[in-house]
């Protein structure tokens, strides 16, 4: 029977939370609710430092715009090219003082982000998946550290239990591959290992870095050595449109990898694991409602882990080939991690 891991996979009206603080702190309170009927609806539009069709990170993104397109908002998304970081802050400059909410999102727009709001201090922004400090923006963070350690958790479940997931070999090797070494993706790594080391201590984990988020063959390389000469059993990809070659690599090699930022299981049914999610789309949507309703903090950061749905482990449509037991294992530890009882550690302040 499909099973999808409950904790931090909820829809955006669980994932509302404190985006009506007035610090400059992190909160994580109860629900924001929906803006009133009267409010006015905020256009909203969207510059993303890449090109939609990545089936992850900037998809995730998307779908908060297409959600908020279809209750009635007046948005759109611009694209760019992912390697021009001069085409980024055009982009963004463009749009500055002539919509109500420009949205940015990732490490790379923060420094662009950082020059560009003082410029324009009626207009609002929204940046997700990094902070900026100042009185006109809104910032979303996701703990990727919790959901990866869940993926960790379910790494080391498989390169241990041979007998109920075929395609492992037992070698007790599992890997990572990343798109840059910078911040954000390290976290991924951090949690990730945390979980592995919960299982097993003596499992070895593999990091390998792409140097971007857009060179599939090079992710599929990375990949495919640490599967063939490594002897992984399990690959996590944390590298963008970068990652379609890891998961591509596990079903050459007829072995495992885990998705990320969206659900990508049914990409190489029978290959992928689970997917860990970051609901940045929901972010994204809870965010521009709370605007609307007046109780948006800007100049305060929301962040989003499993306790508060903002992350969280999927395994729908990846063809049953997790078993019940392991899903139940990794539901509780979910659980531990919401009361505090698992403290995973973190390369973000």
């Excluded at 085409?87 to 560009?116: A, C, F, H, P, R």
């Excluded at 954000?184 to 919960?198: H, Q, S, Y």
């Excluded at 659980?335 to 698992?342: A, L, N, Y």
Aim: a neutral charge; aromatic letters at 6%; proline letters at 3%.
């Amino acid at each position: 029977m499909k099973r999808q891991l409950k904790l931090g996979l909820a829809a955006a009206s669980a994932l509302a939370l404190a985006l009506t603080g007035c610090s400059s702190s992190s909160s994580t309170g109860s629900p924001s609710g929906s803006a009133s009927a009267t409010a006015k609806l905020s256009s909203v539009v969207s510059v993303i430092n890449g090109t939609l069709g990545d089936a992850s990170f900037f998809d995730s993104a998307e779908t908060g715009m297409t959600k908020l397109k279809a209750e009635g908002h007046k948005t759109q998304t611009i694209q760019s090219d992912a390697n021009n970081p001069t085409q980024w802050k055009q982009n963004t400059e463009s749009v500055s003082g002539k919509w109500d909410i420009v949205v940015v999102g990732t490490s790379q727009m923060t420094d662009i982000l950082k020059e560009i709001a003082p410029k324009y201090p009626n207009q609002k922004y929204i940046i997700y998946d990094d902070v900026v400090t100042a009185p006109n923006v809104a910032s979303i963070t996701f703990k990727q550290n919790e959901g990866s350690y869940l993926a960790g958790v379910l790494a080391a479940l498989a390169t241990t239990n041979k007998d109920k997931f075929p395609n492992a070999t037992g070698s007790k090797v599992v890997g990572l591959v990343g798109g840059m070494d910078i911040p954000v993706i390290n976290d991924f790594v951090g949690g990730f290992k945390k979980g592995v080391e919960t299982v097993d201590p003596t499992i070895q984990v593999k990091v390998g870095y792409v140097g971007n988020f857009t060179d599939s063959d090079k992710g599929y390389s990375i990949a495919k050595s640490m599967y063939e000469q490594d002897k992984a059993d399990v690959v996590y990809q944390v590298a963008g449109g970068a990652g379609a070659g890891v998961l591509k690599a596990a079903s050459d090699t007829k072995r495992y990898a885990i998705g990320v930022d969206s659900n990508q299981n049914k990409l190489y049914q029978g290959f992928i694991l689970a997917s860990m999610l970051k609901n940045v789309g929901d972010g994204i949507h809870t965010a521009v409602t709370a605007a609307d309703a007046g109780t948006l903090a800007y100049g305060s950061t929301t962040s989003y882990g499993l306790k508060n749905g903002g992350v969280g482990l999927t395994f729908a449509d990846n063809g049953n080939i997790v078993p019940t037991d392991i899903q139940a294992k990794i539901t509780d530890y979910a659980q531990q991690v919401s009361d505090g009882k698992i403290v995973v550690p973190t390369t973000i302040s």
